[in-house]
Nanobody, 124 residues
Framework: QVQLVESGGGLVQPGGSLRLSCAAS????????IGWFRQAPGKEREGVSF????????YYADSVKGRFTISRDNAKNTMYLQMNSLKPEDTAVYYC?????????????????WGQGTQVTVSS
C-alpha cells in the first residue's frame, strides 16, 4: 500500500523556520519524482518545490526561491522541505506528492500519490 505521511507543521513567527517531513511506505521513494504543494485558505493549490527522479535537479516557485530547500533521504525513504525566513503569506496546508515517473514534474495533475497535508501557520 502506497502511503505518504507528513509531519513537521505548526505555528511559527515571521522570520522563523520549519522543516516538513514526508515519510513514504509501500514504495521506494528514490525511484519517484517528488514535490511539495500548498493551499492557502480561499486559494487554489500551488506548486512549491520539486525534485527530478532522473538527475536530482530541483525547481522552486519564485515565491519561495532562496528560502525553501527540498531534499530527500533515500536511506530513510523520506523527503523534506526546509523552510526558512517564513512569511505570513507562507501560511497554508502543505502536501507532499510522489509519482513513479522520470523527470521533473511540477503540475499537480501529474501526481497520483499524496500525503494528507500538514498545516503551517506563520503569525506573530
Amino acid at each position: 500500500q502506497v502511503q505518504l505521511v507528513e509531519s513537521g507543521g505548526g505555528l511559527v513567527q515571521p522570520g522563523g523556520s520549519l522543516r516538513l517531513s514526508c515519510a513514504a511506505s509501500g514504495f521506494t521513494l528514490a525511484r519517484y519524482a517528488i514535490g511539495w504543494f500548498r493551499q492557502a485558505p480561499g486559494k487554489e493549490r500551488e506548486g512549491v518545490s520539486f525534485i527530478s527522479s532522473s538527475d536530482g535537479s530541483t525547481y522552486y516557485a519564485d515565491s519561495v526561491k532562496g528560502r525553501f530547500t527540498i531534499s530527500r533521504d533515500n536511506a530513510k525513504n523520506t523527503m523534506y522541505l526546509q523552510m526558512n525566513s517564513l512569511k505570513p503569506e507562507d501560511t497554508a496546508v502543505y502536501y507532499c506528492a510522489a509519482q513513479p515517473k522520470k523527470g521533473l514534474l511540477i503540475y499537480q495533475a501529474e501526481y497520483d500519490y499524496w500525503g494528507q497535508g500538514t498545516q503551517v501557520t506563520v503569525s506573530s
